[in-house]
């Protein structure tokens, strides 16, 4: 699903998005023009590079109608550093609890740990090289050539090192093919002497702690241990060392930083629950601290540089897109500066019970599919008729409707309800290659009487 930024038109990035998640057009539109304009941005002029700022989005919409998949998706469409934070966790500065700056640390992590695979995938070939060489002179330790020896010793030491060759890429082709894996051999492993520190006599933030602890660890020597392991097993283990070697951790964080500054998504979820109704008569309470969070959220999104253990990152160019339900405050209860930082407003529809027809049906996700797929695993073939998938989604419309509305969520307890009875009864009495179908009748008769009675207390989440 990853692409080049340059490959996607926000048509593509639409087309792409509607495999997954069903309406939402409008939010589609926006997010895929907010894409894009990081390519445009960065293929602009230089001078103008760093004038052109994002357009953060706000996303309007009850829970479960894909405001989170939509952003998801987004980033791993573009192969972007993506976190997700709930605004309500955060606290101002000042209080106990987690600062805002913590989600750009986490974004940074984010992408060293991204850059980090990608490098890792690059040396792979040359590590496994270097491992199954390292295997080999466990088992088989090379000869040394003769130096400068004459006659009889010579030729003998010569025809023991081709004997030594030849056994040795013997030995290799039985590693590779898996035949020696259970193997047990003698390996060193490293290991490092990271303390668990604890600070008395004053609080001291995250950021701090974290290079305290780098610092203490990188200063005590790392102690050699040896290990009675598989050969599979010490491939693993041997591999990550010998891949860690060959990359330049340098290199890695400075990638890292420009990714997470020219490409980075910060999703900012519940936004709403820092909103207050500004009721006019002053006060305090919760209300102090949840404009207090909106006041530090400010610089972040509207750019400013932030201290992480890889460096220092500005967050002028991160795209920010912050949702909330607004079910109680509205979006004019943030505070005006915070609402001018989000000038997209994008309000997402409720879903309909032919949505619910489409989500069970038609993404590659389908949670239709993927009950398919896990059944598979058992050799048992699962089937759902068209109209048994009309009345699921008739049904779980009608339960949003009369208990909480938690858009399509509600179709995974519908179908766990549903479902329960096979995935129990498989394999010990429904045995493998059976066909399982799924019809209305079917639907109706596991589903109905619970619509029916009100409490329907299985049903909230």
Do not use: C
């Not at 606290?91 to 490098?119: F, I, P």
């Not at 390996?187 to 002497?193: A, E, G, L, R, T």
């Not at 049906?361 to 599919?369: D, G, M, R, V, W």
């Not at 079917?442 to 589903?447: D, K, M």
């Amino acid at each position: 699903m990853t692409h080049s930024l340059k490959d996607l038109t926000p048509r593509q990035i639409v087309a792409e998005l509607d495999q997954y998640i069903i309406g939402q057009q409008d939010a589609k539109r926006n997010v895929a023009i907010a894409l894009r304009n990081r390519w445009r941005r960065m293929n602009s002029p230089a001078d103008m590079q760093r004038e052109i700022t994002p357009n953060n989005i706000l996303m309007i919409g009850a829970t479960g109608v894909g405001k989170t998949e939509i952003a998801r998706r987004l980033a791993k469409l573009a192969d972007a550093p993506f976190i997700k934070v709930e605004a309500s966790k955060f606290t101002e500065v000042g209080y106990v609890g987690r600062d805002v700056e913590s989600m750009v640390r986490d974004l940074v992590e984010q992408a060293v740990n991204m850059v980090r695979a990608a490098k890792k995938e690059a040396v792979q070939a040359k590590a496994q090289q270097l491992v199954e060489d390292a295997i080999l002179d466990i088992l088989i330790p090379p000869v040394k050539p003769a130096n400068g020896q004459l006659g009889f010793e010579n030729e003998k030491k010569d025809s023991d090192a081709e004997l030594n060759e030849r056994t040795r890429e013997r030995f290799r082709e039985k590693i590779r093919s898996g035949e020696m894996d259970d193997r047990r051999i003698e390996i060193d492993v490293q290991q490092s002497q990271t303390p668990n520190i604890g600070i008395m006599g004053g609080s001291v933030d995250d950021l701090s702690m974290m290079n305290i602890q780098e610092m203490i660890g990188g200063m005590m020597p790392k102690r050699g241990k040896k290990r009675k392991v598989s050969i599979a097993e010490a491939r693993k283990i041997m591999l990550e060392d010998e891949a860690a070697k060959l990359i330049d951790m340098d290199e890695v964080k400075d990638e890292a930083i420009r990714k997470a500054e020219d490409a980075g998504i910060i999703f900012i979820d519940e936004i709403d629950k820092v909103a207050s109704a500004r009721s006019g008569n002053g006060g305090g309470g919760p209300d102090v601290s949840r404009e207090g969070v909106q006041r530090d959220l400010l610089p972040i999104v509207e750019g400013s540089a932030v201290n992480t253990k890889y460096g220092v990152i500005h967050t002028d160019h991160i795209l920010f897109i912050a949702a909330g339900a607004f079910h109680v405050a509205k979006p004019s209860d943030l505070i005006p500066e915070l609402q001018g930082r989000f000038p997209i407003r994008v309000e997402l529809q409720s879903l309909s019970e032919n949505d619910f027809y489409q989500i069970l049906k038609e993404p590659k996700n389908a949670l239709t599919k993927q009950y398919e797929a896990m059944l598979q695993a058992e050799n048992v073939s699962l089937a759902f008729q068209d109209d048994a998938l009309r009345e699921l989604a008739r049904i779980a419309f009608e339960v949003n409707s009369d208990v909480e509305n938690i858009g399509a969520r509600r179709l995974q307890t519908v179908l766990s309800h549903l479902m329960n009875d096979f995935m129990f009864d498989i394999p010990d009495v429904i045995g493998a290659n059976a066909q399982v179908v799924i019809t209305k009748d079917l639907v109706n008769e596991r589903l109905n009487g619970l619509v029916k009675n009100r409490d329907l207390s299985q049903f909230i989440l």
